[in-house]
């Protein structure tokens, strides 16, 4: 008889987890001595290749525990028996890799998961005959690979002047789920219409997504703080990952050097005139000088040349 149940605690069993909490199995009020599931804990969100503890709290009260089941997906992969030695019990799974020296009654360890290991986990725990109460409760985790390179922008230049238009991706390293990306221009969200979303693009066998993301906008003079517009992408997957790339971009100032510069040249024009008439003046005088002083020679040249004939 020991042989046939074992070979029946060996076949995987299934369960329909997508019940709400109200349908799940509760305890019947008029029992004093109540079993009581206090908690289950299921982490929400997981990297790739991380060890993971699954725990089921509970108090038994006055009664005995029977037995503790964990499933995935509706699957049951470990079952601990108190009675059994050894206790513990597991059945194969994709993507469950269980430590059984580390896993006990109130808590499953499991190692290096895999994408394969994201699903739905239910905790059950049966108390003793006659009663066997039983409670269970469930959590999500999703399995999360990283990617390997952080946001990335380009299409973008150094300098930018009013009414130039901006147009510059942003693209995120691959990975599971999808990075979301935002735009931000110097710290404030990207309005909606001047963005545009691409369809995560899906490469390899695990089926890692890429995500890119445009923006596109006419540069006008609120885009400048202090004469620098930054253009800030930030990728998010959840919260275990968190990572921004930065630009900024400086405000050219051409078209305003050439205004200024215009304007000390048509000055010095005005000066340049003034000078001119100066100088033009000043020649004039020198010129009637010169005539006045050649006018002097040849009349003291003739006036020596009739005192020489005298003599």
């Not at 992969?77 to 059994?84: G, I, K, S």
């Not at 994709?94 to 360890?109: A, K």
């Not at 059950?124 to 039983?134: K, L, R, V, W």
Request: hydrophobic share 35%; net charge positive; proline share 5%.
């Amino acid at each position: 008889m020991e042989i046939s149940t074992k070979a029946k605690q060996i076949k995987p069993k299934k369960i329909n987890d997508k019940k709400s909490k109200k349908e799940k199995p509760m305890l019947i009020s008029k029992f004093s001595n109540a079993l009581r599931l206090i908690e289950v804990r299921v982490p929400n969100y997981t990297v790739k290749d991380n060890v993971v503890r699954l725990e089921c709290i509970y108090d038994m009260e006055d009664e005995k525990l029977y037995s503790v089941k964990w499933y995935k997906d509706g699957h049951e992969f470990y079952r601990y028996l108190p009675r059994d030695h050894p206790p513990a019990t597991l059945f194969p799974l994709p993507g469950i890799n269980v430590d059984l020296f580390n896993s006990t009654d109130i808590q499953v360890v499991l190692q290096s998961v895999n994408l394969a290991s994201s699903g739905r986990y239910r905790c059950e725990i049966s108390g003793e005959a006659p009663m066997f109460q039983t409670v269970s409760d469930t959590g999500d985790m999703v399995v999360v690979v990283l990617p390997e390179t952080d946001p990335k922008i380009t299409g973008g230049r150094a300098r930018y002047q009013i009414n130039d238009k901006v147009n510059v991706n942003c693209t995120s390293g691959r990975s599971k789920p999808a990075v979301k990306l935002t735009w931000f221009i110097n710290g404030v969200p990207a309005h909606s219409e001047i963005i545009r979303h691409y369809k995560p693009i899906k490469t390899g066998r695990e089926g890692l997504e890429q995500t890119v993301l445009n923006l596109k906008f006419y540069v006008q003079q609120h885009h400048f703080k202090n004469g620098d517009m930054k253009l800030k992408c930030l990728g998010v997957i959840e919260s275990i990952y968190y990572k921004s790339n930065e630009e900024s971009v400086i405000g050219d100032k051409q078209k305003a050097s050439i205004m200024e510069s215009k304007k000390p040249l048509s000055a010095t024009s005005t000066s340049n005139t003034r000078a001119d008439r100066v100088h033009a003046n000043s020649s004039r005088n020198l010129q009637l000088s010169h005539q006045f002083l050649i006018l002097n020679l040849l009349f003291l040249f003739f006036f020596l040349q009739q005192r020489y004939n005298l003599r």
